[in-house]
């Protein structure tokens, strides 16, 4: 499975962005979804993810309330719209597939290149 990330870029605090991740070839509609991040200096963490059947979401703490993960597996794809940013979201983020229990980062054996969001004070 390849994954394409894309979408990110640069906001203010407060303001909104929307990631997109499309996945090239293969479907991925039996595959757990999931969003990650890396910030400079820091381990990559988990953001969220959404079983194939879209029945379960989770969240990372720090985004719940303010990201909205979704799917379509009929477009091959998986977004992340990101609102109330703040400069703590600033990170390079991924995108990632697998198959497995959806909170896991262990699951997740495929992953796009990233895309940088940066979210300026």
């Known amino acids: 499975v390849q994954l394409q990330a894309f979408g990110g870029g640069l906001a203010q605090a407060g303001g909104s962005l929307r990631l997109s991740c499309a996945a090239l070839?293969?479907?991925?509609?039996?595959?757990?979804l999931g969003w990650f991040r890396q910030a400079p200096g820091k381990e990559r963490e988990f953001v969220s993810g959404i079983t194939w059947s879209k029945a379960t979401i989770y969240y990372s703490d720090s985004v719940k309330g303010r990201f909205i993960i979704s799917r379509d597996n009929a477009k091959n794809t998986i977004s992340l719209q990101m609102n109330s940013l703040k400069p703590e979201d600033t990170a390079q983020y991924y995108c990632?597939?697998?198959?497995?229990?959806?909170?896991?980062?262990?699951?997740?054996?495929?992953w796009g290149q990233g895309t940088l969001v940066t979210v300026s004070s």
């Open positions: 070839g293969d479907s991925i509609d039996t595959y757990a």
């Open positions: 990632a597939a697998g198959r497995g229990f959806v909170g896991y980062r262990e699951t997740y054996n495929y």
